[in-house]
């Protein structure tokens, strides 16, 4: 597997930065990474004076390639500085390989990565035979929690154990179970609570009609508590505020970060828009698809905290073919406070043919984005084309006074 990526600093549009090719090969279970600079032509100085008034500055960022041979990355977490994520779709029937950690086959796994080094190195952590991993996180005794995508919330049998029994069953709060709908991301509190999305399913047209679903929380005690009237379009990843009082989330198929405030037994209320992504995007990229005669919007997806309060969203695509013109454009973005795109990782050329499903900060302000080949990772083409791409960001993960294991908006 070779993948290839430039890295830039941020610059503004009339900057010509140094181009870094940095090309990360595996062959047979070893991982090179060989880098070669370029000095781009001389440009013109960019001006000390501000932008005029109305032009955006482009905070443009691009990585290196740190890990490949996943099928479908998703659900980054950090912790003890280890990055852990799910491969959401590690099944393939007839097929048999095998790698380090020994035979593949297993309907998702979790993976714990070490990030300190490049190329960094994958133990797989967890197997779920049962069906594919999700959203996942820490409960404050120190065990994990994992969705299970068809029925529910999981729960390890003890701290770092990798083996997981059933916490939670969460199909009373879906539509058609496995047909109608599914389970994807979830966030744990720093109180323990549990709150998990619910997603119709977009490979079914029949449930494409009614898109919205209400939030599910679990709480410490493996309890369901439905947030009935939360009605999310899509719920894909979100956080917790360090203060504990406020959960976001990106609604994929609405376009917008959506904020709801946290009561003291946990419920939500108060629902509002925290960022238009659709707003926003077209404001920031004012050019972008210009040649394919509409406007459109970036699919949200993976979400996390950074210490400056601003949120960086993962974008899987930007119509709903999840495919244009060979490629997903997809990549991410980071939201102020205020709603607006300050930088942005990929998109305007796309993100070497992949979309991003989500993402993850750690303390050394290095933003983790898991790229993915196309939605699912159910066609042969798609099977271990994933990747983990590193890129320098403006700002470390959120942490929190109230957990030790808060990262970037995450228990």
Known sequence: IES???SFSPT?????????TTTTTTTAGVTTTATETVSAPDAPAAPDAPEPEGELPRG???????????????????????????DFVGYEAGTHQTDTDGPLGDHGFIWEV?????????RRYAAFPDGPPSGNGWLPDGRMVCVNVNTGLKVETKAGSGL????????????GPGVLDFINDAVVSPTGNTYVGIDFNFFNPEAHGTPGRDIAMVTPKGVLKMQKGTDVSFPNGAVITPDGKTYIVAESM???????????DGTLS??????????AYREYFPDMFAEFGEARSPILDGICLDAEGCIWCAVCGTDLSFQLDGGQLGGAIRFNKEGKITHHVGMRRGFSDNGVAAVMLDDQSNLYLMTNKEIGGHNSHGRENSTIVKVKAPAPAATSK????YNGGYC
């Open 402 to 405: 109230l957990s030790k294991t």
């Open 114 to 122: 070490d990030v300190s080094k490049t190329p960094a190195t994958k």
């Open 60 to 86: 443009e960022l691009y990585g290196e390639v740190i890990a490949t041979g996943f099928h479908f990355n998703e659900g980054p977490r950090m912790k003890g500085g280890k990055l852990y994520c799910v």
């Open 270 to 279: 108060k629902k509002r828009v925290w960022a238009d992504g659709a707003a």
């Open 164 to 175: 997981f029994v059933d916490f939670c069953d969460i199909t009373p709060g879906m539509k």
């Open 12 to 20: 503004s549009p009339a900057a010509m930065p140094t181009t870094i």
């Open 4 to 6: 290839s990526t430039r």
């Open 254 to 264: 609405a376009s917008q970060l959506t904020a709801f405030d946290i009561a003291k």
